[in-house]
């Protein structure tokens, strides 16, 4: 687990509310390994869906550098960061987030829109997410006819149906019950070791952040490793 | 194309809203169909009617008749080629709702006056021998199953013979087509001489006059040498090109075209706040759907396509179902109307016109949702969901 696959340098990100200036994200430095799992942790408001944008490529730092893999994020256009987004990155909601008028397959089929594999290739590519976790057998439900941690493995099945290397969870449990949760973090856990997937997974569930390597802590925009217990 | 899949999912994504949307659009071109079809017999002008082709009639009133011996006098004229005649008979065959056009005639006259019909010689030959003998269009014989050889019974309604009787019967000697395709052939042709001589009254006159002007004369011209001539007479004739011939029977029907278009415009009007209101209702509730997309990478122009798209469709489901629909009455109307005001026709430019003003309205209803959805922050979106 020698070589980085993200980093950040010096990344502050500013928000204006009206008139008052809010840093949300102090200076910030981080490096994130390779085929690391990372937990964040930290009260609300303290700034981790932010980090999550700006590893993601959905925001852009005020000042810094965020660099993913190849990629020089923060001096992207936002045309190259969506097309970056399409192959580079999966994202996993707390509320799961599919589109409630296709089915399972249809919905993870989503994001091999963007990519030239024939109609055939991508009904392909989308039964073997939907496989790998475990709902092959649901392809053809809606959203609506979904448990909510079936709609989460769907979620899954989307984020990682490109192939990317990394993947960003934002409180993917936090509508979960216990046993929910549980297995959707031991697919994750899995992800992670099996398939070498990178995972940046945000959460206020100490329990859920025992599935990760390691955990930070994000408060008053700067971020900090304990490497507590 | 591979997002016509989402595109149509989200079309049908409320089914109700979608299904009035969708029969506000129908009505619309259904309307369109229409009106375009009469317009179409309305202005028709050169490309129709023939140019070279003028038309006598009272000038009170085309249900007048005009005197017979008005014809010698019309073919003496200058710059008169050939002339003939024809009447209005208004029968029916076997049952009143059997309405097409009979028009007693000269055989020989009426066929050379108009180039477009096609008959075999022989059955023209044969007509003018028979004085019972009638002539009909392919589209009435095929309607009707009537063949060559056949004796058919016209019932009269205004024209009694002079024994009482009100039963025409005529021996079928030819069937003619045309080679116009926007031409009715549903209408039948006798002998204005059997007529002239079998009825109870009005002998002595004709319906109305055609002719042609010869190729170096100036049709206006003639019109006005002959209008001329039976001035001050007891029937006073206008004379006046095919098309505005057309138009005289059309206005019998009152300026329905005007109202019509005014009312076209209303229902466009309101068909574009309908769509218009239909698209920014399904953006507005889908803004995290439409977030979750750009995320996925889907680039900014992809989204407003992909609403935009939606728009069009939905005007294109709706409006060709009505321009379809409209078509087939209008092909209905053509054939009750053909005699009376032969332009009823959709004709292709009108049918393009309708798919142009499709599209157009679809990205019109759709542009501002477009917009929105296209400018839509994926983090705000978001974090309201
Ligand atoms: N688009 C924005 N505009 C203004 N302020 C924002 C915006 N996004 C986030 N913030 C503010 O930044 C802070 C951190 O937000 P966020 O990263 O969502 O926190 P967390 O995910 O840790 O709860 C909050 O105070 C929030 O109000
Ligand atoms: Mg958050």
Redesign the pocket.
């Given at each position: 687990m020698s070589e980085t696959l993200a980093t950040l340098t010096g990344v502050s990100?500013t928000?204006?509310?009206g008139k008052e200036r809010?840093e949300?994200l102090h200076n910030l430095d981080l490096q994130i390994p390779a085929g690391d799992f990372i937990a964040i942790m930290?009260?609300?408001?303290?700034?981790?869906?932010?980090?999550?944008?700006l590893l993601g490529g959905l925001d852009k730092p005020s000042s810094g550098m965020v660099r993913v893999g190849d990629a020089e994020l923060s001096s992207m256009s936002n045309s190259q960061l969506s097309h970056w987004r399409s192959t580079n990155v999966g994202f996993i909601f707390q509320f799961y987030n599919l589109l409630p008028v296709l089915t399972a397959q249809k919905n993870v089929e989503l994001p091999l829109l963007l990519t030239d594999f024939s109609g055939k290739e991508r009904t392909k590519r989308a039964a073997i997410a939907l496989d790998i976790v475990g709902l092959g057998d649901r392809a053809r439900h809606y959203p609506r006819e979904l448990s909510g941690g079936q709609e989460q493995r769907v979620a899954i099945a989307r984020a990682i149906v490109s192939d990317p290397a990394l993947l960003l969870c934002?409180e993917p449990t936090g509508d979960l019950d216990r046993e929910t949760a549980d297995e959707i973090l031991k697919l994750l856990q899995i992800l992670n070791r099996e398939h070498g997937k990178t995972i940046v997974m945000?959460t206020h569930d100490a329990q859920a952040a025992e599935y990760a390597n390691r955990t930070l802590h994000?408060d008053k925009g700067t971020l900090e490793a304990r490497e507590a217990v | 194309m591979k997002y016509f899949g989402l595109i149509w999912k989200n079309v049908w994504r409320k089914k109700i809203r979608t299904s009035l949307t969708l029969l506000s659009v129908f009505v619309a071109f259904l309307l369109f169909a229409l009106l375009s079809a009469i317009g179409y017999a309305f202005k028709s002008g050169e490309d129709v009617a023939d140019a070279e082709r003028l038309v006598i009639i009272d000038k009170v009133s085309l249900i007048n008749p005009l005197p017979m011996a008005y014809k010698n006098r019309i073919a003496a004229t200058e710059g008169v080629h050939s002339v003939t005649h024809a009447s209005w008979f208004g029968g029916y065959y076997q049952d009143p709702r059997n309405q097409f056009a009979q028009f007693p005639t000269d055989p020989y006259e009426y066929f050379s006056m108009y180039p477009e019909l096609e008959m075999p010689e022989d059955q023209l030959e044969n007509w003018a021998k028979n004085r019972q003998g009638a002539v009909l269009g392919r589209e009435l014989a095929e309607q009707f199953g009537i063949e060559v050889g056949d004796r058919i019974p016209i019932q009269a309604t205004i024209w009694t013979k002079a024994d009482g009787g009100r039963t025409w019967e005529f021996d079928i000697e030819g069937i003619f087509e045309t080679n116009d395709p926007r031409g009715s052939t549903a209408f039948l042709l006798f002998q204005y001489d059997y007529f002239e001589e079998a009825r109870a009254f009005g002998k002595g006159t004709v319906g109305w006059y055609i002719l042609r002007v010869t190729p170096d004369a100036d049709p206006v011209q003639v019109a006005n040498t002959i209008d001329l001539q039976f001035a001050n007479s007891a029937s006073e004739t206008e004379t006046s090109t095919e098309a505005a011939f057309a138009q005289s029977f059309a206005k019998q029907f009152g300026n329905i075209a005007l109202i019509v278009t005014m009312i076209l415009g209303a229902v466009f009007f309101t068909l574009l706040l309908v769509s218009g209101n239909t698209m920014s209702q399904s953006v507005r509730e889908r803004i995290s759907e439409l977030a979750v997309l750009k995320t996925l990478g889907f680039s900014d122009r992809s989204v407003l396509g992909i609403v935009l798209a939606e728009a069009v469709l939905i005007m294109l489901m709706g409006g060709l179902l009505g321009l379809g629909i409209g078509w087939l009455l209008v092909q209905g109307a053509a054939q009750q109307l053909g005699a009376f005001l032969p332009g009823i026709f959709l004709s292709g430019e009108a049918i393009l016109t309708a798919i142009g003003i499709m599209i157009g309205a679809g990205i019109v209803a759709g542009i501002f949702p477009a917009l929105k959805a296209m400018r839509l922050?994926i983090?705000?979106a978001l974090?309201r969901a």
């Open positions: 990100k928000y204006q509310k809010v949300v930290g009260p609300s408001g303290s700034g981790k869906t932010t980090l999550l944008n934002d945000v994000c | 922050s983090i705000d974090a």
